[in-house]
């Protein structure tokens, strides 16, 4: 059966950066539509529907955000840090950086609208002989950010519901069993809803992304309006020049340290990178919903760490409170009783949508590092379901390593906070590897896609990845010193992030160098200047499909 070959030819909207070896272009069985020729350029099949707009693309990644549970989370290092100076100057000052990096990878995801992301881009931007190198190591940095993420901020929600039961029956102490049976119920939960097809999950998103806009803007209205303090607010001397002692360095890097908090939560803006496969229009409307969300995001985070900075009355009673949660206390602090629950429940339906956001997100960086073996039994974890045309076995992976991530609350919160400091390190190290590359190596060489910084892209993108270098070492500072400093309070993100990256890289060095040559192509190709002609047999019996094609290559 002889079939029509497309190749992809010359077009303004054509990624210029790929795996495919040098002069070589693709060609296809069927015809191809705009989506495809792009995502076929870069060297891979079409496989998901493209059902994610602008706009749903844009809700996966701010739900992923999740501003409200995420402050409520990371209250403590940003408060405690710096007090409110910290909040209100940290987190605009650290915004501007970020929205940097922000802006650096949506350039990137123009030009290569992969699911593989920033491991993709590392790979075809690195030096010669580097590009396996630079993959393995952006690849498994972000995979441990993002597989760690839903159990992080689900942990987080079961500690909101059960901190709720105490504050209703004071006598009720939560334990940790209770509090691992709860988060892998919510994991479960996620699980199952991460498993529908496309379309679905791109609605829910939506809804609950709007439901996260909705109700920030009701806490944003909510606090000031409904304060019981008196005088209402903090004096702005105070609350903009007042930087509270929480640890034992100097003020200046106590508000270094308090940019934790703004970094934490932007931490997954990239998941519209991650999501490109799925989205029409992928290489415009994708790093648009990058920068979106990063500016969004960034500009309602900062407006509520203003309102909370000029409401709350004593730092300390909301960092010592025997609640164990900053937020709750915060709110029993400042509002009435009912209004602090109804404020505290909204935040937990918020957790959950921004876990299962976090799901989402996660499965597809599985599903594009198994399409190229990273993994044991990869073959099985980028298995797409014939059904819902999703990576269904990659999202129960992320379940199953997630719920045994949260073993770690059995070694009670120590340990388990650790957990949530992955995601601060582990995703920005990822955002600026092929970001530094393109600014410091590849330079001019480099071809952007239709969205591009033009001859700011230097600038912008050296900035944000400067401020990455400047803030790793901040990132890991305990927050006191000399006799002060106990097990209990060290800070173990080295720790917890810089054991498993050692461990890849012996693992590099000793074995995958051998055998893991970064991402794989999929498709069909011949050099540019052959002429192919193909002849398609297929035989769709039983389970196996098998394409054979014959080719016969003649000199032009």
């Known amino acids: 059966m002889s079939s029509e ?15 495919l070896p040098a002069g070589d272009i693709p060609v296809m069985d069927h015809k191809m539509d705009e989506d495809e020729r792009i995502i076929v350029s870069l060297g891979y099949k079409q496989e998901f529907k493209r059902e994610f707009s602008l706009w749903t693309t ?42 940097c990096v922000a802006m650096g990878m949506a350039e990137l995801c123009s030009s290569m609208p992969t699911s593989g992301g920033l491991y993709y881009a590392a790979a075809v931007l690195a030096p010669d002989g580097w590009g396996p190198f630079a993959a393995w190591v952006t690849g498994w940095s972000n995979w441990m950010g993002q597989v760690m993420a839903a159990p992080s901020v689900n942990y987080g929600t079961a500690g909101m519901i059960l901190a709720a039961g105490s504050i209703y029956n004071p006598d009720y102490v939560p334990t940790p069993y209770q509090t691992f049976l709860l988060t892998t119920f919510i994991m479960l939960i996620h699980g199952v809803l991460s498993s529908m097809p496309t379309r679905w999950i791109a609605e829910v998103n939506s809804y609950g992304s709007t439901f996260n806009i909705i109700c920030l803007i009701i806490v944003l209205i909510a606090i000031p309006a409904g304060t019981t303090n008196s005088p209402k607010f903090n004096s702005s001397a105070d609350v903009w020049g007042t930087i509270y002692k929480g640890t034992s360095f100097p003020d200046g890097v106590a508000v270094l340290m308090s940019f934790v908090s703004v970094i934490w ?25 990058i920068v979106l969300t990063s500016g969004v995001g960034g500009l309602m985070g900062w407006f509520l760490q203003v309102v909370v900075a000029y409401t709350v009355k004593d730092i300390d009673e909301v960092l010592m409170s025997e609640l164990g949660q900053p ?15 109804a404020i505290l429940a909204l935040t937990i339906i918020c957790g959950f949508s921004m876990g299962q956001a976090c799901m989402i997100a996660a499965s597809r960086v599985t599903y594009a590092y198994a399409r190229d073996d990273c993994f044991p039994l990869s073959r099985i974890w980028k298995k797409v379901n014939k059904h819902t045309q999703t990576p269904v076995n990659a999202v129960w992976f992320n379940c199953v390593v997630g719920i045994l991530s949260t073993l770690l609350i059995f070694a009670g919160d120590l340990a388990m906070g650790a957990l949530f400091s992955i995601g601060a390190i582990a995703a920005f190290v990822a955002f600026s590897i092929p970001i530094g590359i393109r ?40 927050a006191y010193t000399g006799s002060d400093l106990t097990p209990k309070e060290m800070n173990w993100t080295c720790i917890v992030y810089g054991a498993p990256m050692i461990g890849v890289l012996i693992w590099w060095i000793v ?46």
């Not at 991650?274 to 989205?279: A, F, I, Q, R, V």
């Not at 206390?329 to 209004?339: E, H």
């Not at 050099?527 to 016969?552: F, H, N, P, W």
């Open 5 to 19: 070959l497309d190749q992809i030819q010359p077009s303004h909207h054509q990624p210029s950066m790929s795996v």
């Open 58 to 99: 844009f809700c996966v990644s701010f739900s992923v955000l999740g501003l409200l549970p995420s402050f409520a989370s990371t209250l403590w290092y940003g408060m405690g840090y710096a007090g409110t100076a910290g909040m209100v100057w940290g987190w605009i000052i650290a915004m501007i950086f970020i929205q």
């Open 265 to 289: 939560t932007m931490s997954g803006y990239d998941s519209p990178f991650h999501l490109s496969e799925e989205c029409s229009n992928a290489n415009i409307a994708s790093p648009r919903a």
């Open 327 to 341: 937020w709750a206390s915060y709110l029993f602090q400042v509002m009435p009783r009912k209004a602090a629950v």
């Open 439 to 478: 600014i410091f190596v590849v330079k001019e060489k480099f071809r952007p896609g239709p969205w591009n910084l033009g001859r700011y892209s230097r600038v912008i993108g050296g900035t944000g990845v400067s401020f990455v270098i400047l803030m790793l070492p901040i990132l890991c500072l305990p």
């Open 511 to 556: 074995d995958a160098r051998r055998w893991f040559k970064g991402p794989k192509v999929n498709v069909e190709h011949h050099m540019l200047d052959r002429v192919q002609i193909g002849v398609d047999r297929v035989d769709t019996k039983g389970s196996e499909k098998e394409a054979v094609q014959q080719l016969e290559s003649v000199d032009v």
